[in-house]
C-alpha cells in the first residue's frame, strides 16, 4: 500500500492542504485552527482523492451545520435524466452533500457521473449496492462481495460511505430477545440483520473492520459510521439497542482515526424533543466530538407528508447542541419517493434549521444574515429581503400574488404596518393608519 | 356591578363550573385539579359568558398545548364569505382558537357572526378595531374611545382580548433613546405607540387599567396582556425593552388576578433558539406561572415564505419548555395575507410544533398517538397510519401518487423496506430484497 496520506494524517503532521486551505475560507476561519480540529477528529474533510470536481468543505460541531440531500435511482424511477435534474437542483439550492442511494438499476455508471460532475460530497452506502450489483439473493452474499464493493465505490471517488458497522450477532440476539416498536428501520442495517440471521455469520463489515479501513484511507474516504439501531419511533429511541451501537460506533471512530482514517457519525431518527440534547451530548462524550450526521431527528410520529417540519424542529435543536451535519428529510418520508418540489421542500427546511442551529451556537457570519435581512425589514427595502431570504423566489412570488394598497407595506397590515407608522413616528411625522 | 363571578372567582371559591368539567374532560384530567390550576392563575378558560356556542377549553402549561389561528377581514380581503369559509377550514384542522385580526370595514356584525358560529375561543384586539370604527384620524381617538371598545367586545361576547397595557410613555422614550434594529412591530403596540407619541398622555389602557378589568370581569373575558415590544428580528430579542414589558405585564397580570379577571402573557416574536427556554424560564418566573401565549418564536429572520417552518421550530421548542398557547404562523407571514392553503400549512405546522411539545414535556396521552402511529408503521397497516396522521388527506395522497411495486412498501425503499423485511426474519421466514 505505500504510506498513507488522508487529511487527517496531514493535519497531524502539521500540514495544512489545499483542501484545508479552501474549506477554511468557505468557514471563514484561519485553516490552521481547522486543521487542528481535523487532527483531532473533531472536523472531517470528505474528499475523494479523484474526486476533481470537489470544492472541499468540513464538516464539525465548532462549523457551519452542512445538509445532505439523498437521491439516486431506483425501481420505481428508472430515469437517470430526471434524477440528474435532481442533482443540479438540489446543488443549486444550497445542498452541501449529496447521498447516492440508488436502490436498483446500473448504479456504477450513475454514481460515477454523479462524482464527475458534482461539486459537492457526495456518499453512498455500500451495503445496498452490494445488493443490487450481484446477481444473487441477499443471503448468498459472501463477505468479501460486501467488502469489494466499498473498494469499487472507494474507486469510483466517492468521498463518504456509510460503513455499517456497529450491528453485530450480539445485536441480533438483543433485537429477538427485546421487541422493539419499530425494530431495525435503516436500510442498510436491516440488510445486515437479515443477513446475519439467515447465515449466522458476523458482521463483515465489523469482523473486517481493518480492511475496510485501509480501502478508505488509500483513497482518503470518510468512514461515515451508520446507526442500524436508529430509532424508528419516538418509543424506541434512546434505548440499550441505540446505545450500545453508539458506544461501539465511538470505538470503531477511534480505530478509523488510528489507521489515518476520517469518522463521522451517524445517528437518530425518531426521538421526543426532550431527548434530543442529552443525545447530542452522548455522541461527543461517547465519539470523542466527531462530527455527528443526523437524520432528523423527527420530533413526533404522527405527520406523515409534514416530515420536513418535524425534522427541521428536531434537527435545529441538534445542531444547535452541537450537531454538525443533517440529513434532508422531505414531506414524502414515510410515504413515497421524493419529487422535485419533496425535494424542494426537504432542503429548505434543513437549510432552516442548519442555519437556526448557526444562529444558536454563535457560529461566526451566521446572525449577520439575519441582521441584514433585519435592516432590510425595517427600511420596507422589498428588494433588499428578497436578496437576503433563503428562498428569494419564493418570497418575491408570495407578495406579488397579493399587491398590496401601499407600495411599501404588504397586504398583511396595510395602513397599519406597525414599521412604516412606528419610522414615520421616529423620525417626527405624524401618522394616521386609515 | 353586583358580584362578579368568573371562572377565577369561582374556582377560588372552590366551586367546579361546567366550563371546568368539560375543559378537563378534554384534557383527561380531573376537574379538581383543573380548577386549582385556574384558582392560581396558571390555567385560563377563556369563556365568555354570552359566547354559548363554545366548548369551552383551558389554556396552561400542564395542559395540551393550544393553538390559534388569526383570520379576519381587510381593505385587501373584504370578502366575508371567504373569510368564514377559512373560519370553517380552520376549526376542520384542528384550531382550538380564533383571533379576528379584521383591519377595516364593518367588522362589529363579522365579530358577532363570528362569535355566534364558533366552538372554538375567540379573541380581539381592540386597540385595531378603535382605529377602523372610529371616524377620526389615531391622534383623534379619546382615552373614552380606546376603553369603550373593549366593553363593545365583550359585549359582543369575545373570550379574550389582547389588552396593550404594557407599553407606556417611559416604553416611547426608551424607545426614542436607543433604537432597536426593528423597533416596534406589534401592530396594536405601534398604534399606542404612535398616539402616545403624538398626544404626549399615557397609555389609556395601562392608566385605567383597572376600569379594563371591571369590563372583563363583568363578561368573564380573559385579558391577554399584549407585549408591544416583542422582539421583530433575533438581534431585539430578549434586551431591555422585552424584558421591562414583561416585569410589567407580570404586575398587571396579577392587578388582573386580583380583581377575578383571567390573564395569560402574550410572547414573542423573533429570537434564536438559544434563547427560547430562558425566555420560557423567565416568563414563568415573573408572570408567576401564568399561561404564556407565544408568537413564533420565529428561530431566523431570514426565511420569508417559509415562516410556519421557522415558527414551527422556535413553537415546539417554547412548548416542551412551558409555553400554553402557539399562535399560528404561516407561509405568508412578512409577505402578504395568507391564503386558505397558507392558512393550512400555518396550522399544520403549529398542530405539529403543539403536539411535539406535548411529547416531550410528557402530557398524558400525547404520546400514546405516536405509539399507535408506529405499531401501524411496524405491521405495515396502510390505512392505520392514514387515521392515525396528522393530516390524513395528504399522507393518502402523497401515497396514492406513487404506486410501489409491492402493495405493503412504498417506493421509497420498495423491496428493501426495512420494516417488512425485518418482520420477516423475526417471524423466522427467509427474505431476499430484489
Known amino acids: 500500500m505505500g504510506k498513507i496520506t488522508t487529511q ?65 435511482i431506483s425501481r420505481d424511477c428508472a430515469d437517470v435524466e430526471a434524477e440528474f435534474a435532481k442533482v443540479r437542483g438540489a446543488i443549486g439550492l444550497g445542498a452541501d452533500a449529496i447521498m447516492d442511494l440508488s436502490s436498483s438499476g ?13 461539486p459537492v460530497m457526495i456518499g453512498t452506502v455500500p451495503a445496498y449496492d452490494a445488493v443490487i450489483r450481484l446477481d444473487k439473493a441477499l443471503k448468498d452474499i459472501t463477505s468479501d462481495e460486501w467488502i469489494e464493493t466499498v473498494r469499487a465505490h472507494a474507486e469510483d471517488g466517492v468521498d463518504f460511505q456509510t460503513i455499517h458497522a456497529g450491528i453485530t450477532l450480539e445485536t441480533v440476539a438483543r433485537l429477538r430477545g427485546k421487541r422493539r416498536k419499530t425494530g431495525i428501520v435503516s436500510r442498510g442495517g436491516s440488510l445486515l440483520f437479515a443477513w446475519m440471521s439467515m447465515t449466522g455469520r458476523e458482521n463483515p463489515f465489523f469482523e473486517r473492520f481493518d480492511e475496510v479501513l485501509d480501502i478508505c484511507a488509500a483513497h482518503d474516504v470518510t468512514v461515515s459510521l451508520g446507526d442500524a439501531c436508529r430509532p424508528g419511533s419516538i418509543a424506541d429511541s434512546t434505548d440499550g439497542a441505540q446505545v450500545s451501537e453508539l458506544v461501539a460506533l465511538g470505538d470503531l471512530a477511534r480505530r478509523a482515526r488510528e489507521r489515518g482514517v476520517q469518522a463521522i457519525i451517524e445517528g437518530p431518527g425518531h426521538m421526543s424533543l426532550s431527548d434530543v440534547q442529552a443525545n447530542m451530548v452522548l455522541e461527543r462524550r461517547l465519539c470523542d466530538d466527531a462530527p455527528f450526521y443526523v437524520l432528523g431527528p423527527i420530533v413526533t410520529d404522527i405527520a406523515p407528508g409534514w416530515d420536513h417540519v418535524t425534522s427541521a424542529i428536531g434537527g435545529a435543536l441538534a445542531a444547535a447542541s452541537g450537531a454538525a451535519f443533517l440529513c434532508y428529510v422531505t414531506p414524502a418520508e414515510h410515504l413515497r419517493l421524493p419529487t422535485f418540489d419533496d425535494m424542494r421542500e426537504g432542503i429548505m427546511a434543513a437549510r432552516i434549521a442548519a442555519h437556526s442551529g448557526d444562529i444558536a451556537k454563535g457560529i461566526p457570519g451566521a446572525r449577520e444574515l439575519d441582521d441584514r435581512m433585519s435592516e432590510a425589514r425595517r427600511n420596507l427595502d422589498w428588494e433588499g429581503m428578497f436578496s437576503l431570504a433563503i428562498d428569494p423566489e419564493k418570497a418575491r412570488r408570495y407578495r406579488a400574488e397579493s399587491k398590496p394598497e401601499r407600495e411599501d407595506t404588504c397586504t398583511m397590515c396595510g395602513a397599519m404596518c406597525a414599521v412604516r407608522n412606528v419610522n414615520e413616528i421616529l423620525e417626527g411625522r405624524e401618522v394616521d393608519v386609515k
Open 8 to 72: 487527517l494524517t496531514e493535519a497531524r503532521a502539521g500540514r495544512i492542504t489545499d483542501a484545508m486551505r479552501e474549506a477554511a475560507a468557505h468557514e471563514g476561519i484561519d485553516p490552521g485552527r481547522l486543521a487542528a480540529m481535523v487532527a483531532d477528529g473533531k472536523a472531517a474533510i470528505p474528499a475523494n482523492r479523484k474526486h476533481a470536481a470537489l470544492k472541499p468543505r468540513a464538516v464539525g460541531r465548532e462549523l457551519k451545520t452542512k445538509i445532505n440531500v439523498n437521491l439516486g
Open 106 to 118: 446500473d448504479t456504477g455508471p450513475f454514481r460515477r457521473r454523479l462524482v464527475e460532475t458534482s
